[in-house]
């Protein structure tokens, strides 16, 4: 418990700025929408010029793109992204500050085994990404009331749920690379290589229609329009998503309890 409540207390900083800063983006997106709105055929035929494949990248559907939950989608993709990153640093960095801020001696001659070293410091990074989502979506919750638009709050509260989902992703992701580096100096390179690889190789995937394809990015495990038309996940992308989960949670706890550590040099 008290390791637990000691990685809360180094984590909240870093939480509270990545809060901050989605909350903030949204806003800024929310601010204009009702401009969009007013001018909603114009805007469509905007964006009606656009290539299709850039739509796809973009995650433009002409069909809601004026609609509240449609303009939301497209915006959302850029929230996962910052949401994506901000538990990749987790995952990364949560088994591997010990061994860069070369305190790894003292953590591990306490009376305390490693699986429980990793238990306590898994569930603080979720705790930190659950109280991300709680704070986010109650400030979105807010901006799209103030727009004063007709919108589904079951649609709204599923498309917002995708960021945790997500985020669970490549928390797992961080964590089960990092176990893997006996000396890793710094973790931002790692988190924004992996991240902007995924995001990149969604993009691109988006432009065709293979179903296959999407498995290879979890940034498209979840279509925000096809939630919007059927208020449902699809469930092999959800369930692929749990297994990626399961198996990089599970595969650091085996390889933190047998790697060597030490103090970086």
Not at 238 to 258: E, R
Request: charged residues 10%; aromatic residues 16%.
């Amino acid at each position: 418990m008290n390791m637990y409540l000691h990685e809360l207390k180094s984590l909240r900083k870093s939480t509270l700025i990545w809060t901050c800063a989605m909350i903030a983006l949204a806003a800024l997106y929310f601010s204009i929408y009702p401009s969009i709105a007013a001018d909603a055929v114009d805007f469509q035929q905007l964006l009606s010029g656009y290539p299709a494949s850039v739509r796809a990248a973009l995650g433009i559907s002409i069909d809601t793109i004026t609609t509240l939950l449609g303009f939301y989608s497209m915006v959302f993709s850029l929230i996962t992204l910052f949401g994506a990153i901000q538990a990749m640093n987790l995952g990364v960095s949560i088994l591997s500050k010990e061994a860069r801020e070369r305190t790894a001696d003292f953590l591990l001659v306490k009376p305390v085994s490693r699986s429980a070293i990793v238990s306590a410091k898994l569930l603080a990074a979720i705790t930190m990404l659950f109280v991300t989502n709680i704070f986010y979506y109650f400030a979105v919750s807010v901006f799209a009331s103030l727009v004063k638009t007709s919108y589904s709050g079951k649609l709204f509260f599923m498309i917002n749920l995708t960021l945790f989902f997500i985020q669970l992703i490549f928390l797992a992701i961080g964590m089960v690379i990092s176990v893997f580096f006996a000396h890793l100096k710094s973790v931002l390179p790692i988190s924004l290589g992996v991240v902007f690889g995924f995001y990149i190789i969604g993009a691109l995937i988006a432009t065709g229609q293979n179903y296959s394809e999407r498995f290879i990015s979890p940034f498209k495990y979840f279509d925000f329009a096809y939630i919007i038309k059927n208020a449902s996940f699809e469930a092999p992308y959800l369930i692929t998503g749990a297994a990626i989960v399961i198996i990089a949670i599970a595969a650091s706890y085996v390889i933190y309890a047998k790697k060597d550590i030490h103090a970086v040099s």
